[in-house]
């Protein structure tokens, strides 16, 4: 029952974003609120469990991407840099920034995530660089610059400014920091 009441908040949260109350997940789940909460104390504890395990994924999906032989390194960091727990990538920004501003305690374990999981990017970077399939540059400056520019998305101001799901501001974002936007790049109009 605790991975159907999971399932279901995940659904109400990609429809509703973080409005949802627990009284209709409940209602969703065929239980009365009381039954809910002897599964999960509060809402923040049920929205812990679901980062908890987004990040879990998120360490399965680096050990893959890690492991594929058919793809070369650019494509393999640009893989590790665009991921988001499934399903959260068709999610809009604003649902992330409702989590940063309403659920901080939640958030923390996103961003934990964001400054401690960076070994496989700082492998491919360095393996890059070494080969000379990318230029030299400095990791931690190209890292911080990263977790600056995902912070920065979520805030108001960008949310507001912006129609856009995660993942397609992920890939705006690392198609910017990979390739710049001078020279080289596709004009305007291309695919």
Known sequence: ??????????REIHTKGLKFTMAELARQAGMSTKTLYGY???KE???SVIIERGVKELQ?????I??????DLTEKLKLLLALVPSGFGSTHIRLWYELKRYYPEQWALVEDCLQ??????????????????????????FI??????????VDRQVVEETNMTMA????????????GIAGGGKKEGQQ
């Open 168 to 179: 397609d501001a992920l890939d705006a974002m690392i198609e910017i920091l990979l390739h």
């Open 45 to 47: 504890e049920l929205i």
């Open 60 to 64: 399965q999906k680096e050990a893959e």
């Open 116 to 141: 401690n999981e960076w070994e496989h990017v700082r492998n491919i970077l360095e393996r890059g660089m070494a080969e000379g399939t990318f230029q030299r540059v400095s990791i931690p400056v």
């Open 40 to 42: 999960f104390s509060s």
């Open 1 to 10: 029952m605790q991975e159907r009441i999971i399932q279901l908040a995940i």
């Open 66 to 71: 890690i492991g594929r032989t058919d793809i």
């Open 144 to 153: 911080h610059m990263y977790i600056g520019s995902l912070e920065h998305l």
